[in-house]
């Protein structure tokens, strides 16, 4: 038998040991989080993009009364950016979420779905997107998506 053994590198930070672009980052996905429409989960996430013209695009959870109709906020802010700025590399994502007006007390990391739709854009753009994960406590920093969703399926993988 052989091993695989895929570890991810992970830094957790403090607000003041963030870079400015950082901070402003954070601070877009965390005002994004009041555009949220939540009424099924009360919960309300907030996401930012940061596009290597440093333009930011953000994105909110928009719920369904038909529950799997809605859609995350990273995706949200990813199927934006990808629909209006397609030639646009994306350099980073930040994401924040608060429940009853708090933000959450751990990071909030984007669901399979949503890792899935960030990676197929890092594979094409060739270009790593580092993940900022926001909670009061802290902040989780991760230098690309592919750290947050090993033995990946793309589009390499359907080659013969
Ligand atoms: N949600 C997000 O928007 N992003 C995540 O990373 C996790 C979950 C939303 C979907 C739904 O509106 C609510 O949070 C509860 O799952």
Redesign the pocket.
């Known amino acids: 038998m052989r091993e695989l053994e895929i570890t991810t590198k992970i830094d957790i930070l403090q607000e003041s040991e963030l870079s400015q672009e950082e901070t402003k980052l954070i601070t877009s996905a965390k005002e994004a989080t009041n555009n949220?429409y939540?009424p099924?989960?009360h919960?309300q996430?907030g996401?930012a993009l940061l596009l290597e013209d440093n333009d930011i695009i953000t994105g909110?959870?928009?719920?369904n009364a038909s529950y799997p109709v809605?859609?995350?906020?990273?995706r949200t802010a990813l199927f934006w950016a990808k629909a209006n700025r397609p030639d646009c590399n994306i350099k980073a994502i930040a994401?924040a979420?608060k429940h009853s007006n708090d933000f959450t007390p751990s990071p909030?990391?984007?669901?399979g779905m949503?890792r899935q739709a960030l990676i197929e854009v890092e594979q094409q753009q060739k270009h790593f997107i580092k993940v900022l994960l926001y909670s009061k406590e802290g902040i989780y920093r991760a230098d690309s998506i592919a750290s947050l969703l090993p033995l990946t399926f793309g589009a390499d993988n359907m080659k013969g």
């Open positions: 949220g939540s099924y989960s919960f996430v996401a909110s959870n928009q719920e809605g859609c995350c906020a990273e994401i979420a909030i990391s984007p669901c949503c």
